[in-house]
């Protein structure tokens, strides 16, 4: 059984490498679904691997560089990435996690650091769950109420709506996301979404996601693919930074973007066959279990944590491959009946 | 010309956190010496040396290597993909 144990030569060890294209074949449905980069599932798999968590952090960031990137060129292709959006986006998301970065340095210094990002990120998470169902439950009530649709169809909450009317300039039109807006207002968005990611140490796809949603007003299947293409350049500056800080094994980071190049793949292509409401239940279910892995280890219970994150995965890539499956499986019957009788097929709804 | 605007943009926008006053150091340089001796591919040799000799070229191939990776997979998922039949040029675009 040594052939399933590869050698990383600058951590040193020994790392069953199915292990790593396993969570990279997750990480990368997961991601390619939901448009974030999915840093904090691939820590605890990595640790159940007995992979040195010195190295963690850097490798997974190069390694959701690369997958970002080719979820962002399947988005692309089916029109959900808003690249002068996503740039725009990017001066703010910067700026914010270096902001961050230095008051996790202050509250480093003032000895107390640890609860306090734990107990801020639940919180944040804890509001992006009730936006999330409280959004579902709003547009359910308006849909059985047979109230007027807009253009995307019946939405619960419509914040961005509000924020559009600020009027300070530049206006911009953001076409693939179809939003005309002050240009200040994707920027400062991003701004804070980044203030939280460099505070907490993350990536920030989980604030920026429903963010993009629920305040600049972008589609959801727009949001996941533009908010791919941003995770894809702020993690290849992290890449860098981490690789010239010694705190990378690229034989993993290799390794993890062979499973996730096949996963995001996965992903990117279900959101095909999910309603924008769909991406967003299972985007708060998934919210929720990180919201309880957090609390659970800031308790100590570090192994019941691992087992809800774990646990989660697997029932999201499940879930996720089951959208794949069923809706690809319509598509080609559509096709080939269309074919048999003569006529132009249409696209599944 | 908007391709080459777009380029600089995004090269500006990666290299523009490092040149911040605000950004400071988040996390510290780890001290390790990647054991060579146990390295018989030449191709890991040589990453390993030029882990242990210059973090900052290792930094940038680190960061090329991937690019290039994550796009040369890209292309062949899509080549592979789009063997399937399935049309993955258009969705619609339904919230709810």
């Not at chain 1, 109230?147 to 039109?173: C, D, F, Q, S």
């Not at chain 2, 940038?60 to 994550?70: F, M, R």
Request: hydrophobic share 50%; proline share 3%; glycine share 12%.
């Amino acid at each position: 059984m040594e052939w399933l144990y590869l050698y990383m030569p600058i951590a040193g060890v020994n790392i069953f490498w199915p292990g790593l294209v396993l969570i990279g074949f997750s990480v990368g449905t997961i991601g390619g679904f939901f448009g974030m980069g999915g840093a904090w599932m691939v820590t605890p798999g990595l640790n159940i691997l007995g992979f040195p968590m010195a190295f963690a952090i850097g490798t997974d960031m190069a390694h959701i560089a690369g997958k970002s990137m080719i979820s962002t060129m399947r988005h692309a292709k089916f029109g959900n990435v808003d690249y002068k959006l996503g740039l725009i986006m990017l001066i703010g998301t910067m700026g914010g996690i270096e902001v961050g970065a230095q008051m996790v340095m202050h509250f480093e210094r003032l000895g107390n650091v640890g609860p306090v990002v734990r107990w801020t990120y639940v919180i944040f998470l804890a509001l992006i769950v009730w936006m999330v169902f409280y959004d579902y439950s709003k547009a359910r009530k308006k849909k059985s109420t047979h109230a007027a649709e807009g253009e995307r169809g019946v939405e619960g909450v419509t914040w961005y709506k509000t924020l559009h009317r600020i009027n300070i300039p530049p206006m911009m039109h953001f076409k693939v996301a179809g939003i005309t807006c002050s240009m200040w207002l994707p920027i400062l968005v991003s701004f804070l979404t980044g203030v939280l990611a460099g505070f907490l140490g993350i990536g920030g796809g989980l604030f920026r996601m429903p963010a993009l949603i629920y305040l600049i007003g972008a589609p959801t299947h727009v949001a996941v693919g533009t908010d791919l293409f941003e995770v894809m350049i702020s993690g290849l500056y992290g890449a860098f930074t981490y690789s010239l800080k010694g705190r990378i094994e690229l034989v993993a980071v290799f390794v993890m973007l062979t499973g996730a190049a096949i996963g995001a793949q996965i992903g990117t292509v279900a959101t095909k066959y999910a309603k924008g409401y769909g991406i967003r239940v299972a985007f708060g279910m998934a919210v929720v279990a990180c919201m309880v892995s957090i609390i659970l280890k800031q308790f100590k219970f570090d192994d019941p944590a691992a087992v809800i994150i774990l646990g989660a995965i697997g029932l999201l890539c499940l879930y996720i491959i089951a959208i794949l499956w069923n809706g690809a499986k319509q598509e080609l019957r559509e096709k080939k009946l269309a074919l048999s009788s003569g006529t132009t097929p249409q696209h599944p709804e | 010309m908007r391709r080459l605007i777009c380029c600089i943009w995004i090269s500006l926008s990666v290299l523009l956190p490092s040149l911040l006053w605000a950004g400071g150091e988040k996390t510290s340089t780890l001290v390790v010496v990647a054991d060579t001796r146990r390295v018989s591919s030449g191709i890991l040799r040589y990453f390993a040396d030029l882990y242990n000799t210059d973090p900052w070229m290792f930094a940038v191939w680190a960061v090329v290597l991937t690019a290039v990776y994550g796009a040369f997979l890209g292309v062949v998922m899509d080549f592979i993909m789009t063997r399937t039949g399935l049309d993955l040029k258009s969705r619609k675009l339904i919230e709810h």
